[in-house]
């Protein structure tokens, strides 16, 4: 099965994939498994207590407690799935996104609005610069304060994200608008942008797209032009990155026009 759904997916070039993959498959099989067993016992029962053996009815039905203890053994097992293995999973993914447990992450700080993705770098100060929303207009859409001076060496851009191959990323999430989804199909990653809220998200990427093209989506419908906030997603080499970085400049706007619909 495996193999039969991965024709179905997207390629996987994060470090963590592999995991979110395997995970999707376990799901599958556990369906596939209580599908088989369901449906057996309903037809099975559609059988068993068919008209022809049964003209007259019997409003008490089956006397037998088999199915009961099946469906308590399901849930002990959905409890146990649940509390000793997805909620410790999930608080170590969790507590990893802090950037200080990962090694010389990538940060950027990514605003949600309708219909454009804003990113935002730290520059070679690795802090970011004050953000006021009374300063947002159309050429700043992020509100920076140009006159903070954690700010001077930020780099902007729209629609268009960097990030360095084997080396973690740190993405800090949130919207000014509605609420938006972040999307990176190839980097298996998906996460609510929502308005008030800053919702930090790690990855590695393992491999650079020199000549493909990898898309941001939106995957929460956000509005009426829902369907063109997209953007593009680059992994660069170590040297490419920093080469991109500089060209950028401090503060400047790397405009970056979503592809066409087809």
């Known amino acids: 099965m495996r193999d039969f759904l991965f ?13 979110i993959d395997s995970l999707i498959v376990a799901v599958h099989w556990l369906m596939l498994v209580m599908f088989v067993f369901w449906g057996s016992y309903f037809l099975y029962v559609l059988y068993r207590f068919r008209g022809s053996r049964n003209p007259k009815p019997d409003y008490r039905g089956m006397r037998s407690h088999w199915s009961t203890w099946t469906e308590i053994a399901v849930a002990v097992i959905e409890v146990i799935l649940l509390v000793g293995f997805s909620i ?5 993914w969790a507590n990893a996104t802090k950037a200080e447990t990962l090694s010389h992450p990538v940060e950027v700080r990514i605003v949600a609005e309708q219909f454009s993705w804003n990113v935002q770098y730290p520059g070679p100060d690795g802090v970011f610069g004050r953000r006021d929303p009374n300063l947002v207009t159309s050429i700043n ?6 006159t903070d001076p954690n700010a001077k060496d930020d780099v902007v851009s729209i629609n268009n994200l960097h990030l360095e191959v084997n080396r973690p990323a740190v993405i800090h ?29 790690h990855f590695t990427p393992i491999r650079t797209n020199r000549g493909d093209h990898w898309e941001i989506a939106c995957a929460q419908l956000c509005g009426l032009g829902h369907y063109r906030m997209r953007g593009q997603l680059y ?13 950028r400049g401090p503060t400047r706007v790397a405009a970056l026009a979503p592809p066409p619909v087809n």
Not at 7 to 19: E, T
Not at 141 to 146: A, E, I, K
Not at 173 to 195: E, Y
Not at 235 to 247: G, M, N, P, V, Y
């Open 141 to 146: 859409p992020l509100g920076l304060d140009r």
């Open 7 to 19: 024709q179905f997916m997207p390629p996987d070039y994060s470090a963590h994939g592999g995991q």
């Open 235 to 247: 992994i660069d080499s170590k040297t490419e990155f920093a080469q991109w970085l500089k060209s």
């Open 173 to 201: 999430l949130t919207s000014k608008d509605v609420i938006h989804s972040f999307k990176l199909p190839v980097m298996r990653v998906n996460q609510d942008a929502i308005p008030g809220m800053d919702i930090p998200i």
């Open 88 to 92: 410790p999973a999930w608080s170590r």
